[in-house]
């Protein structure tokens, strides 16, 4: 029992993870913060594929905001583009803005920790960019 709650008091107290498989619906657009900070942002489309009721096989489509820091910033940069499938490990951040006309939004994006392409170029084997990783 003992051992129990000393495992249960380094357990975290709960946990935000995302891993997506998915092409790039847009290329990475890459800005600076004011204190110089490199952000890349993009979003990646997933599909899974599904039955309906009458039996129909269709694929359900989801769109996702990637979120991109420091120096695995620059290198999906440099590296990635539209249509290129990519795995991506990270967490989902909610945000709300207020935009010009006063109307309060919200959003989700994904803010990548760990990026694998999948297809680096045409028929090219996966790269892994782990060594540029942010941590």
């Not at 006309?101 to 996966?126: C, K, M, T, Y």
Request: proline share 5%; hydrophobic share 35%; with cysteine.
């Amino acid at each position: 029992m003992a051992a129990m709650v000393q495992e249960m008091e380094t357990m975290p107290q709960g946990l935000n993870k995302v891993m997506l498989i998915g092409h790039l619906g847009r290329s990475p657009e890459m800005r600076y913060t004011p204190d110089g900070k490199p952000v890349t942002s993009f979003s990646i489309v997933t599909t899974y594929p599904t039955t309906s009721s009458n039996g129909t096989y269709h694929d359900e489509v989801d769109w996702f905001n990637v979120i991109v820091w420091g120096a695995l910033a620059e290198t999906c940069k440099e590296t990635l583009h539209t249509g290129q499938r990519v795995f991506i490990e990270g967490r989902m951040k909610t945000r709300q803005w207020t935009d010009t006309d006063n109307v309060l939004h919200s959003g989700a994006e994904v803010v990548a920790q760990r990026l694998i392409p999948l297809q680096h170029e045409q028929f090219d084997e996966p790269r892994n960019l782990d060594q540029v990783r942010d941590k």
